[in-house]
């Protein structure tokens, strides 16, 4: 059950887009089209900002959107917002029927 | 509005025992997966187990275990009181961590965590 790979940090200032990667393998992303997006704040709890790589919840701004190309799956936040600043962790379902998340990348707007 | 709330943490000495609960509400709770995901003071989110939920009289109740705790502990449900346990034996320091309960999106698999608890903590240690 390896993690999935993200980067450590990415930034961007107000008004910008960023995209932050999720890498996986053939067990995982590469698969299913089953990979989440979670978004969280210091002392809270996890949000969900994406599920089935493009969907997102109801109440989920439109500025969060996601997208994969083989293996690797990807967050795109345009329109960077000061209340974005936050965590954000991927996840993938695999095929031994478990869920595997990311390391987590900090966003940071600067 | 959906609901979770979790409780049974605290402190535990390594080789010790534990049972968190999760009280459920404001959703049809026997008929979604639910799973625990913990997370270690200042680090990641990691998977702990799922149950599957029952979208068919007499099946579900599927469980799967991440490798770092499979044999130690286990995840089960009581649809008749909308809770969910997580039963958690042989604890070691490497286990403490703040233990999310999370309602999965779907009935049988734990592809995606749309609600989740505000966690409880467990801490392993002498």
């Known amino acids: 059950q390896s993690a999935l790979t993200q980067p450590a940090s990415v930034s961007g200032s107000p008004g910008q887009s960023i995209t932050i990667s999720c890498s996986g393998t053939?067990?995982?992303?590469?698969?299913?089209?089953?990979v989440s997006w979670y978004q969280q704040h210091p002392g809270k709890a996890p949000k969900l900002m994406i599920y089935?790589?493009?969907k997102r919840p109801s109440g989920v701004s439109n500025r969060f959107s996601g997208s994969k190309s083989g293996d690797t799956a990807s967050l795109t936040i345009s329109g960077l917002q000061a209340e974005d600043e936050a965590d954000y962790f991927c996840s993938s379902y695999t095929t031994s029927n478990t869920l595997v998340f990311g390391p987590g990348t900090k966003l940071t707007v600067l | 509005e959906v609901q979770l709330v979790e409780s049974g943490g605290g402190l535990v000495q390594p080789g010790g025992s534990l049972r968190l609960s999760c009280a459920a509400s404001g959703f049809s709770f026997n008929t979604y997966a639910m799973s625990w995901v913990r997370q270690a003071p200042g680090k990641g989110l990691e998977w702990v187990s799922v149950?599957?939920?029952?979208?068919?009289?007499?099946?579900?109740?599927?469980?799967y275990y991440a490798d770092s705790v499979k044999g130690r502990f286990a995840v089960s449900r009581d649809n008749s009181k909308n809770t969910l346990y997580l039963e958690m034996n042989s604890l070691r320091a490497e286990d403490t961590a703040v233990y999310y309960c999370?309602?999965?999106?779907?009935?049988?698999?734990?592809?995606?965590?749309?609600?989740w608890g505000q966690g409880t903590l467990v801490t392993v240690s002498s």
């Open positions: 089935d790589v493009t």
């Open positions: 999370a309602k999965c999106i779907a009935s049988t698999s734990s592809r995606s965590l749309d609600h």
């Open positions: 053939s067990s995982d992303i590469g698969y299913y089209d089953y």
């Open positions: 149950i599957s939920g029952t979208i068919i009289a007499g099946r579900g109740g599927e469980t």
